[in-house]
């Protein structure tokens, strides 16, 4: 129903991140709802990217985010479809970025795709082809990433239920998600009781939720996360977790939906949920899949 | 021939209320001029789980393998403050029937049950029997208004206690005994002359209110070093507010006991028109508790009416953590509700003290139908987790289901079938 | 001998041209295969098609009669519903191999992943490497042959069929309703055959039968308490 991709490319000079868009085309058949994928780079300045309901409501929007610090490098312009896109350099406070992050979600009309020291974000309608000639990226330099083909199942065809999903407590993780999640209505009640605050309907959102407030309010690392999310967790699911530092991936105990990852030299590894999108950038190699109720974390 | 005797007959038979029942308890009262009291609980029917549906995963979802794939039944009660939370096999306990109602090889054999099923029975008002209490495997033990067998070594052997405020089948009335089920051994284990027909306490003689109910859980968990799980049995009336205040007074799990429960004996009016059924009063409870958030940490369980594994299904969706079973255990058993428990003579041995009655029973046996019931009506509970897509019992949810009934969707906040309607709020997210 | 290249093409397009090619040559060779996928499907005929490259999902799904030759990796459910022929996978293949299989032959001279071999009802599939779990689940006819080590749940409820394993640990990771038996003389000879056909050097005398136990009805136990006495 969806596939998911990612890689790690420890030395940015290899320029992985620069095909990282064409591993999405390849798994273009496993969803066409819409594409969307984070990556992580070596900068100096926080970014913010938000998807807006109307370009006019760019001033709004730099109304809230100039509370909080100074903007530069502003860019808007429409998407693929019928949303439109802000995007900026902040120069604000580290600890404000879960409050900022928060406070523009709560508005209907805006939704934040990413906001932080490394992480960007991309998601649009369509295909990964669209997204490409779209919106301008530049993720040659980035160190790792994940991105998501989506074929929407439970929740609507609205990009901003599209992954990745990026929870408010931690906006630096970023999740994807092939699957379907049996129990997100308890938990996600489970979660609200415990203060967390949810923008969509999207049983992903709630995943991103979980590992994020495990890790920030009960100060586990990822690895630990991953093991309490599969425990408690129920479905169908294979989720394709990043930080800033590491990538994570889970898979549940039937191991219905496939995970595979490959390793080459100490620099480079991709992921992927079908060998056919690891071909633009190694073909035909043995990519191991991943054991049903396994999980694995690699450090960037 | 004239036209006269060609007229069929036609047989009046029944007008309106005046039927046959109407009759007999009207005919009852005349010559007694009193109220009736009769065993077993109401035999109304109420708007009940049969009213609800699972929605089962198709394209959107996948269901796990029925028979080669697992659905875990674990259960962990009572762990808001307790130490050591009541853990059972099966989320299917058996709930407080008195020995004095029930013969000593009927308790014996229930006892017998839970050991081979890996569940809990509670004891109920007759004190705990050594038989009991030696073949158990988890032993819940209750508080009643009456204490009668009850002391502070009942507590040491608990694993769980149940301080109880009512129950469905006689709300706001207390324990009835009659006479004929006073035997000598019955009569001396609760300290009453033998032969007496016993109308126990309705309330507690230690706990006048919500506020010394706090103190008193309190005394208990200082008696216990908070070890075991303290539950508060309520029967299902004023739901909303009753829950809420056994939230307050600290209490790690609350039992509802809906008007279909079942009883030695009770009178006929109070079991008919007291208290609101299961279904309705599940919903409103979980309600009440998330309204206070303190859903996460209080265990639900649901008594009243249960039957089959889809009743423990749906009522696991809708927000319960496990229910207790009365009158069904007893029918494992062989009992074939003939609503005749008050009078002593039960065929089967299991609603007697007569020692000729008794031995009908054969306990091992008596015990082997019950574990396989209650294992039967888990795993049929499991078949229904698996086909919605679900690993373990516990993560079944109210979004998998939908109402057949109007009555059914008003009650509940779930959606009719086939839409998304529901009488103002919504019990879910859909 | 004529050569195929499928660079930019689309698996309906590859597949129209093969099966115009098989009517008339004996040897095709594939190039730019670039993991696509229903590679070969539902090719009925006689040639030896090979692929110089990986090829994706259902690889030679619904094959009937060809040799196929895939010098790289293939995805999931290779060889889905085969009726006929052979497919040889070089390295590796996903999971949910030859699922449904009919007849024919696959020998995956790498490893294959869980649920290998589900539900087939004839033909053999032979891995040279492991299998992951749930191998040979419910499966009505046909033969399995592991060389490497198996995943938990081997043969889980077969109905009829028989695996062939040489790991040593097979008795723990064993499935419902099947049991180990040594390897009778009539499969050693068909395993011998299988083996010199194909090049698998590796002799018989070690390997063990799973077969269904013989009874009515399946077991299961769908009731599993902890804590001590086993109903």
């Known amino acids: 129903m969806c596939g998911v991709a990612g890689f790690i490319c420890r030395d940015p000079s290899a320029a992985v991140g620069n095909n990282f868009i064409d591993m999405l085309k390849e798994l273009i058949h496993r969803g066409q709802d819409a594409t969307g994928i984070a990556f992580y780079e070596n900068r100096d300045d926080i970014q913010i990217r938000v998807a807006m309901s109307d370009l006019h409501q760019q001033k709004e929007l730099e109304k809230v985010i100039q509370k909080y610090g100074t903007i530069s490098k502003e860019r808007a312009y429409k998407g693929v479809g019928i949303f439109s896109f802000y995007e900026a350099s902040v120069d604000m406070d580290l600890d404000a970025i879960g409050d900022l992050y928060w406070e523009i979600d709560s508005s209907p009309e805006f939704c934040v795709h990413s906001l932080g020291e490394h992480i960007k974000i991309y998601k649009d309608q369509g295909s990964a082809e669209t997204l490409k000639e779209c919106h301008k990226m530049s993720p040659s330099g980035a160190t790792h990433g994940i991105g998501h083909v989506r074929l929407a199942t439970e929740s609507t065809e609205n990009i901003n239920f599209a992954h990745p999903f990026v929870s408010y407590l931690l906006p630096e993780l970023a999740i994807v998600h092939n699957g379907q999640f049996t129990n997100y209505f308890n938990l996600r009640r489970k979660l609200e009781n415990l203060g967390v605050r949810f923008k969509t309907n999207n049983d992903s959102e709630m995943a991103a939720h979980f590992l994020a407030y495990h890790m920030t309010k009960k100060g586990i690392d990822l690895e630990e996360a991953l093991y309490l999310a599969l425990d408690e967790l129920d479905g169908i699911f294979t989720l394709l977790v990043s930080t800033p530092t590491q990538v994570g991936t889970v898979k549940d105990r039937l191991g219905i939906k496939p995970m595979l990852f490959f390793e080459k030299d100490d620099n480079i590894v991709l992921f992927g949920t079908e060998q056919i999108c690891l071909t633009p950038i190694v073909s035909d190699v043995y990519a191991s899949e991943m054991e049903p109720g396994g999980i694995k974390i690699w450090s960037v | 021939m004239s036209k006269i005797d060609k007229i069929p007959k036609v047989k009046d038979i029944q007008r309106g209320v005046w039927n046959n029942e109407t009759i007999a308890e009207i005919k009852y009262k005349a010559e007694v001029g009193k109220h009736r009291i009769r065993g077993c609980g109401t035999p109304r029917k109420f708007p009940n789980f049969d009213d609800l549906l699972i929605l089962p995963a198709q394209l959107t979802r996948m269901p796990v393998d029925t028979y080669r794939e697992d659905c875990k039944t674990q259960t962990v009660l009572g762990a808001r403050y307790a130490k050591e939370p009541l853990v059972i096999e099966t989320p299917v306990m058996i709930s407080g029937m008195s020995y004095g109602a029930l013969s000593k090889e009927a308790k014996t054999a229930l006892a017998k049950a839970t050991d081979i099923v890996g569940t809990s029975i509670n004891n109920g008002e007759g004190g705990l029997l050594p038989e009991e209490r030696d073949n158990s495997y988890k032993q819940v033990v209750q508080i009643t208004p009456s204490r009668m067998g009850f002391s502070l070594r009942n507590i040491e052997a608990a694993d769980a206690i149940e301080i109880i405020i009512g129950i469905g089948a006689k709300p706001g009335l207390s324990g009835h005994l009659m006479g004929c089920k006073i035997s000598e051994e019955v009569a001396k284990f609760r300290q009453l002359p033998p032969g007496i027909d016993l109308h126990s306490h309705p309330r507690h003689g230690d706990i006048f209110g919500a506020d010394d109910l706090c103190i008193k859980i309190e005394e208990l968990r200082d008696i216990t070093d908070n070890r075991i799980p303290i539950f508060l049995k309520i029967a299902a009336g004023r739901v909303w507010e009753d829950v809420k205040i056994a939230a307050k007074a600290g209490v790690d799990g609350i039992v509802i006991d809906g008007s279909e429960g079942g009883t030695g004996a009770a009178p006929v009016i109070a079991a008919n028109n007291l208290g609101i059924p299961s279904l309705p009063a599940l919903v409103q409870a979980v309600k009440s508790l998330e309204d206070m958030g303190v859903k996460d940490e209080m265990s639900v369980i649901l008594s009243g009416g249960i039957k089959d594994g889809a009743d423990l299904a749906k009522a696991l969706a809708l927000g319960a953590d496990a229910v207790a079973l009365g009158t069904g255990v007893m029918v494992a058993m062989g009992c074939v509700v003939c609503l005749k428990c008050h009078e002593g003579k039960c065929a089967f041995g299991i609603g007697t003290q007569d020692p000729e009655l008794r031995k009908r029973l054969d306990i091992d046996l008596a015990a082997q139908r019950v574990a396989n019931y209650i294992q039967a009506i888990t795993i049929e509970a499991t078949i229904l987790a698996k086909a919605a897509g679900k690993s373990k019992l516990c993560n079944l949810e109210r979004e998998d289901i939908r109402s057949l009934t109007l009555e059914a969707c008003a009650m509940t906040g779930i959606p009719l079938v086939g839409t998304n309607f529901t009488f103002g709020d919504k019990f879910g997210f859909c | ?231």
């Not at chain 3, 539902?42 to 098609?49: C, D």
């Not at chain 3, 046909?142 to 043969?155: F, K």
């Open chain 3, 1 to 231: 001998m004529v050569r195929l290249d499928l660079t930019g093409m689309n698996s309906r397009n590859a597949n129209k041209k093969l099966k115009v090619l098989i009517q008339t040559e004996d040897e095709i060779e594939v190039v730019g295969t670039h993991s696509i996928h229903n590679f070969a499907t539902a090719l009925i005929g006689k040639s030896k098609i090979t692929a110089h490259g990986s090829t994706g999902f259902y690889t030679g799904g619904f094959l009937e009669g060809p040799t196929l030759v895939i010098e790289g990796n293939t995805g999931w459910y290779t060889g889905d519903n085969m009726m006929d022929g052979e497919i040889i996978v070089q390295m590796n293949t996903g999971s949910n191999a030859a699922p449904s299989m009919l007849g024919g032959t696959i020998v995956i001279k790498g490893n294959s992943g869980s649920r290998a071999g589900w539900g087939m009802k004839g033909g053999n599939l032979v891995v040279c490497g492991n299998v992951g779990r749930w191998s040979g689940k419910m499966t009505l006819g046909g033969r399995i042959i592991v060389l490497g080590e198996v995943g938990e749940g081997i043969g889980e409820s077969m109905y009829n069929g028989i695996i062939h394993v040489l790991d040593p640990a097979v008795e723990e990771k064993l499935g419902g309703n099947v049991m180990i038996v040594p390897i009778d003389d009539k499969e050693k000879k068909e395993t011998e055959l299988i083996f010199k056909k194909y090049g698998i050097e590796q002799g018989v005398d070690d390997f063990m039968s799973i077969v269904p136990k013989v009874y009515g009805r399946h077991e299961y136990k769908l009731y599993k308490p902890t804590h001590k006495k086993v109903i």
